[in-house]
């Protein structure tokens, strides 16, 4: 059985029990809402850490295999991140309504 999600549903950037997306309804100007927009945030800043951390790592010839290993650990979670906050926004701006016309 697939559920059909409503357009004005947001994805929010964390899961639910057993990895399911999460979502919210309303306008985007609730409480769940903002602290989405502030998970957003950090997630996206982390990302932005964890690249310069991850280039660094590939100029310094004594990294270890399982540093790298290590890195690229915390790339994917950070990927699987950044590509939720992608598909939420890019949902929301495909959305009736959502645009500056309204």
Known sequence: MTRRIPDSARLLPWAGP????CYVLGGGTGH???????VESVQLDMAAELLGHA?????????TAAQLRYVVARLAESLRDVHRIARSRGARLAAPGAGPEG
């Open 18 to 21: 057993e990895g399911k997306p």
């Open 32 to 38: 769940v809402s903002r602290v989405a927009d502030d």
């Open 55 to 63: 280039a660094d790592m590939l100029d310094d010839r004594q990294v």
